[in-house]
Every structure is written in structure tokens, then in C-alpha cells.
């Protein structure tokens, strides 16, 4: 149980599109997704935490008109990172809290790497 | 701030066991957690100790919390070349932000391990 996925898996595209990311998670019910970036041999730095049928938490520093999020159901986030730029070129996971859990333990999913030209 | 930290490379050699360590700065964490990464892949949890416990043991790994210190440790019996991969802790702070109950997590360490 507590699978959580990412679609797509990888990602190329060019500078100036925008592209969207989705995070499912497969086998409970979400009310919490948090999207964090990964840059090479770093740790994960929070996005942005995702309320479902809620506007999205920004962290400090991070833009929300360029990285869209929309947590519209109980299993679906979406990120959508709009006119890419190669700096946005990173390994980008979700993780989704399962409200039944008592330990409100966050569950990963697998990453999505994104390489902007 | 919240700030968690870690060494950033152990090696041992196979059947050795490895003590990955870690130090955190919120002393109201609620949960502190190990989570392993294979190569370009996401984060998967390995175990978690409660605040309220000084040990946990599960399996190979065994996990030790020194609150008083707030030092955490992962300890791999008997490492084996499949246990190779970057293994971060991370500590559940009550309020970051306008987010809570988020994980902060350290910058992880490589774990290599020689045949």
C-alpha cells in the first residue's frame, strides 16, 4: 500500500513551454502533496505544500506564477512549470500525506527529471 | 532555523556494518525519519523513530536518538552492496513556514560499499 506515482518519468523540452507534472497517489486518499527539487548530489528542498480543493503553500523563494500547482482531487496534484528556462532543469518529487495515517507519514513518488534546452 | 545535518560520503566494505549519523536543531520534532535514494530514483522510506523513543530496531537497521544531543543514527548490520545508495534523515518540524508539520531534510550521505 502507499504508492505514490509521477507521470512523466523524464521529460525533455525546450526553453519558453511549459510543462506539467502529475503526482497520484494510487491506494489512499491525499488531502496533503508536497513537491520538492532535487539538484545533482543535494538534498530536496519543499516547492510548495498542496491542500486538495485548497490554494497551494509557497516556500520562500519560490515563484508562484511560474510553478503552477493544483491539487483538484483526493489522489491528483499537479505541477506545472510554466516558460521553462534551462536553470529549471532539475529532479522534481512529490509526496503525499495519507489522512488515514495516524503518524502522518509522507509517502514519495519516483521523480520526475526535467531537462529544459 | 530548522537545519538537519549529515556527513556526506561513508564507504565500508561488504558484511561490515555501516552507522550513518545525523544532527537536527528542532528539539519539538515529533518523528525523525531515514529515507533511502537509489540512483535517479525517489525517496523510499526505510524506518522512523518517535521522539519519545531512544531506539528502534527493524531487521539490519537499527536507529538510535540522543534528544538530548539531538543525534540520530542509522546503523546497517551486515552492509551488502545493494544497500549502496544516498540515505538521508529528516526530522518532522511542528511549523516551517506557513506549511506544517513538514519534513526537513539533511543533505544525505552516500553510502558506498565495497565487495
Known amino acids: 500500500g502507499a504508492v505514490v506515482s509521477q507521470h512523466p518519468s523524464w521529460v525533455i523540452c525546450k526553453s519558453g513551454t511549459s510543462v506539467k507534472i502529475e503526482c497520484r497517489s494510487l491506494d489512499f486518499q491525499a488531502t496533503t502533496m508536497f513537491w520538492y527539487r532535487q539538484f545533482p548530489k543535494q538534498s530536496l528542498m519543499l516547492m510548495a505544500t498542496s491542500n486538495e480543493g485548497s490554494k497551494a503553500t509557497y516556500e520562500q523563494g519560490v515563484e508562484k506564477d511560474k510553478f503552477l500547482i493544483n491539487h483538484a482531487s483526493l489522489t491528483l496534484s499537479t505541477l506545472t512549470v510554466t516558460s521553462a528556462h534551462p536553470e529549471d532543469s532539475s529532479f522534481y518529487i512529490c509526496?503525499?500525506?495519507?489522512?488515514?495515517?495516524?503518524?502522518?507519514?509522507?509517502?514519495f513518488g519516483p521523480g520526475t527529471r526535467l531537462t529544459v534546452l | 532555523g530548522e537545519d538537519v545535518e549529515q556527513s556526506l560520503f561513508l564507504s565500508v566494505r561488504e558484511g561490515d556494518s555501516s552507522v550513518i549519523n545525523c544532527t537536527y536543531t528542532?528539539?519539538?520534532?515529533?518523528?525523525l525519519y531515514w529515507y533511502k535514494q537509489e540512483p535517479g530514483a525517489g525517496l523510499q522510506l526505510l524506518t522512523y523513530?518517535?521522539?519519545?523513543?531512544d531506539m528502534k530496531q527493524d531487521q539490519r537497521l537499527t536507529v538510535l536518538l540522543n534528544k538530548k544531543d539531538k543525534h540520530l543514527s542509522l546503523r546497517i548490520a551486515d552492509t551488502q552492496t545493494g544497500d549502496s545508495a544516498i540515505y538521508f534523515c529528516a526530522e518532522k518540524v511542528r511549523w516551517v513556514g506557513g506549511s506544517q508539520g513538514n519534513l526537513i531534510f539533511g543533505k544525505g550521505t552516500k553510502l558506498s560499499v565495497k565487495p
Open positions: 509526496s503525499a500525506r495519507d489522512r488515514a495515517n495516524t503518524r502522518n507519514e509522507q509517502f
Open positions: 528542532d528539539s519539538s520534532s515529533t518523528y
Open positions: 523513530i518517535f521522539s519519545n523513543m
